[in-house]
């Protein structure tokens, strides 16, 4: 069992930055396989970002070249940096982790939400 909890969230105007963090604890060996999901009001929750420990990093076509996902091992945390924010972006972010050995395999969990981890969420809101 891997416990993620998530920070950072907070209102920002359109073309601001926010940061956010997850903090994982508990058997993080089951952590190979992170990812930042968003879910807005009335809309189905969506991959924003994937870190594995067996490729590197992926991002959604949405927020590619403008958000960027690192992982700090020492710390047992999963960055956000969100830059050039739009309103589009608001949703509540969540984390999630989760064991795979290929990146293959890693983005397949993410494409189907199938991670067995999940933090609570923190808000993200931006104004126009």
């Known amino acids: 069992q891997v416990q993620l909890v998530e920070s950072g969230g907070g209102s920002v105007q359109s073309g601001g930055s926010l940061r956010l963090s997850c903090a994982a604890s508990?058997?993080?060996?089951?952590?190979?396989?992170m990812g930042w999901f968003r879910q807005a009001p009335g809309k189905e929750r969506e991959w924003v970002a994937l870190?594995?420990?067996?490729?590197?990093?992926g991002y959604a076509d949405a927020v590619k070249g403008r958000f960027t996902i690192s992982r700090h091992n020492t710390k047992n945390t999963l960055d956000l940096q969100m830059n050039s924010l739009k309103p589009e972006d608001t949703a509540m972010y969540y984390c999630?982790?989760?064991?795979?050995?290929?990146?293959?395999?890693?983005?397949?969990?993410?494409?189907?939400?199938?991670?067995?981890?999940w933090g609570h969420g923190t808000q993200v809101t931006v104004s126009s």
């Open positions: 999630a982790a989760d064991a795979s050995r290929y990146y293959s395999e890693c983005y397949e969990r993410l494409r189907n939400l199938s991670f067995r981890n």
């Open positions: 508990g058997y993080t060996y089951s952590t190979s396989c």
């Open positions: 870190w594995s420990s067996n490729g590197g990093t």
